[in-house]
């Protein structure tokens, strides 16, 4: 089982690196399926929908139940049978995510947060987890150079973010499952480091 999930800020780079590893992988033979979250299914797009777009107030736990919904659909329908046909499934956001954002983002209980993924993920978790980590002003640069309007959680304040940062770097220095990259670093540089971890994960020579 091969399962990689791409963490990060808004801004991080998550999409571009989930790309570029997707592509390298492939070119090297494997067979690779690339998901997101919250979408991924039907179901997934609906709930993404509403929780990115939709300008409605939502509740923080409603946050919660939300992408845990399309949470169990993600894992039935896509993760699950990817992973059983030995697949490499790469999914941009994961259960993390929602302990970031929701957890220490919106300070719910993290107890309670981890338990719902629990329930969600059915017994599915990452082999591999990488973090692309950079300052929230970086982030916030990058943001302002994108095409379109920012959705509901880019528009969140600075202090928001930072705390979802700090989330997420807790997650990570307390897992010896996850990498954490420099997301200041090029492009290249970030996709060169990634690879050598997944390579490791597979046991291939990295570079």
């Not at 997101?36 to 179901?43: I, K, N």
């Not at 409605?56 to 046909?85: F, M």
């Not at 790469?90 to 259960?95: K, P």
Request: proline share 5%; with cysteine; aromatic share 4%.
């Amino acid at each position: 089982m091969t399962f990689v999930v791409i963490e990060g800020i808004e801004g991080s780079g998550k999409s571009t690196l989930m790309g570029g590893l997707g592509a390298a992988l492939r070119a090297e033979g494997h067979e690779v399926v690339m998901t997101r979250e919250p979408g991924g299914t039907a179901v997934g797009d609906a709930v993404r929908e509403i929780f990115l777009k939709e300008p409605i107030p939502i509740s923080p736990w409603t946050e919660v139940l939300l992408v845990n919904a399309a949470r169990v659909q993600h894992v039935c329908d896509v993760i699950r049978p990817a992973l059983a046909a030995g697949r490499v499934v790469l999914c941009d956001r994961f259960t993390d995510s929602t302990l970031a954002y929701q957890g220490y983002g919106r300070d719910l209980e993290l107890d309670v947060v981890r338990g719902v993924c629990e329930i969600a993920a059915r017994s599915v978790d990452a082999n591999l987890t990488l973090l692309v980590d950079l300052p929230v002003s970086v982030a916030r640069s990058r943001m302002r150079e994108r095409s379109g309007a920012p959705d509901r959680i880019e528009r969140e304040d600075d202090a928001f973010h930072e705390r979802v940062r700090r989330g997420f770097l807790s997650l990570a220095e307390a897992s010896p499952s996850h990498v954490i990259l420099d997301g200041t670093q090029s492009p290249e540089r970030v996709l060169d480091a990634a690879l050598d971890a997944v390579r490791g994960l597979l046991g291939e020579p990295v570079s």
